[in-house]
């Protein structure tokens, strides 16, 4: 009989993984059994300062409070209805989004990659409803390097062929221009086009930040040219990049927005598009749908998450904290550092091939007791939850440091 996990090691756990779970991940080799904030312990009592914070997901810390009293009074009272019936939580969840957000109407979902799907279909029946593209024609405009998910409409048009490789045919429709690239993206756009669809910091390419006036000339060329802007926030929204969206950082509100993963507070999937009025609007009923989008207990959480945003507090915090990080990177650059690009509680750092990939400086930084996560190369990302203090972020910097061989301060 196999032994209860309270009762096996952080080494019997992952060898116990290898034959029962599909290899899609390589995780680092640490098994976290508990958390509080921005801290995990692993099964055997040692504790790591996260630094990753699932991807985003955990804007506001492992097992926030406020999320958590939210989630434990839902669930003693309703979870689950599906859309088949409304629900006492979603339209107090709904409006709130859409007033956080400057926009008018929420379709909830429940993964990030969903929301996306979902926005696709929303563009491309826009498209045809509204914009008189002729049917099976439209199409989406979409920036190299990006990363919406791994779905298979979405690797379609990835230009990651791990993510790519073996998948196909793929899903036509979408044409595929430079990141950061207003020429090329003009180029790109035509009557046949539903939206443009982009994140406005690209995360899995290592934290990438466009120019100054990229984000503003893209929301300028599709009013122009008559298709949608799609902002993919997932990662990049909700506070992360010190505003609650990052597209604020040059004033602009997208015709659609997508959010995801720190919108069910690290609790529970949420995801949501949201979007004007005239866009959300074609749908009908059977055109799409989700049996867990939009239950109460989602919906509960979710509206806790816009309750701590409304504050502007993590908002302020990710700025703030934000100063630090990009001056402690900036110290290591020519030290093991080759480069960062850093806005907000958020960072891709490029280390020095040299001394190590992105997977061995991860690894080295776990022994540390940090516990961060490698993109392509030699880049590590770094994006703790927003509830980081200054002197946790410090010893963070401190760590990587040391692993870089960088010296001691």
Not at 25 to 54: I, K
Not at 363 to 385: C, F, N, Q, Y
Request: a negative charge; hydrophobic letters at 40%; aromatic letters at 6%.
């Amino acid at each position: 009989m196999t032994a209860p996990a309270h009762e096996r090691t952080s080494d019997d756990l992952i060898k116990a993984e290898e034959p029962v779970l599909a290899h899609n991940y390589h995780p680092l080799p640490v098994v976290v059994a508990r958390a509080e904030g921005t801290w995990v312990e692993d099964v055997e009592g040692r504790r790591y300062l996260d630094m990753l914070a699932g991807y985003s997901a955990l804007n506001f810390g492992h097992r926030h409070p406020a999320l958590v009293e939210a989630a434990h009074r839902q669930l003693d009272r309703l979870t689950l209805t599906s859309r088949a019936f409304h629900n006492d939580r979603l339209a107090e969840f709904a409006e709130r989004l859409a007033e956080l957000t400057g926009l008018d109407m929420v379709l909830p979902m429940n993964t990030g990659a969903e929301a996306v799907e979902s926005g696709i279909k929303v563009a491309r029946k826009w498209a045809y409803d509204v914009k008189g593209v002729p049917a099976d024609r439209a199409t989406i405009v979409v920036a190299a390097e990006n990363f919406h998910g791994r779905t298979t409409t979405i690797v379609s048009f990835s230009t990651d062929e791990t993510a790519r490789a073996g998948f196909g045919p793929f899903t036509p429709g979408f044409r595929i221009v430079p990141y950061n690239d207003l020429a090329a993206l003009e180029e790109a756009v035509d009557e046949t086009t539903a939206a443009v669809l982009l994140e406005p910091i690209q995360g899995e390419a290592g934290v990438v930040i466009p120019d100054d006036g990229y984000l503003a000339g893209v929301r300028e060329l599709t009013r122009r040219k008559g298709c949608l802007f799609i902002a993919d926030e997932i990662q990049s929204g909700l506070g992360r990049t010190g505003r609650t969206l990052a597209v604020e950082h040059e004033d602009v509100v997208p015709d659609v927005l997508l959010l995801g993963k720190a919108l069910g507070g690290g609790i529970v999937p949420v995801s949501a598009v949201v979007a004007r009025r005239e866009v959300l609007g074609v749908l009908r009923p059977g055109e799409h749908g989700s049996t867990f989008g939009g239950n109460p207990l989602a919906a509960a959480v979710g509206t806790a998450v816009v309750e701590l945003l409304e504050t502007g507090e993590f908002q302020r915090r990710a700025a703030d904290l934000g100063q630090i990080l990009h001056s402690g990177l900036a110290e290591l650059v020519g030290r093991g550092v080759t480069g960062f690009r850093a806005r907000g509680l958020w960072a891709g750092v490029d280390v020095d091939p040299a001394i190590g990939t992105g997977r061995e400086i991860s690894e080295r930084l776990m022994r540390e007791g940090v516990l961060v996560k490698d993109t392509h190369g030699s880049t590590i990302r770094l994006a703790p939850p927003l509830t980081i203090t200054a002197d946790e972020l410090r010893s963070a910097l401190g760590s990587l440091e040391k692993v870089l061989g960088a010296g001691g301060r």
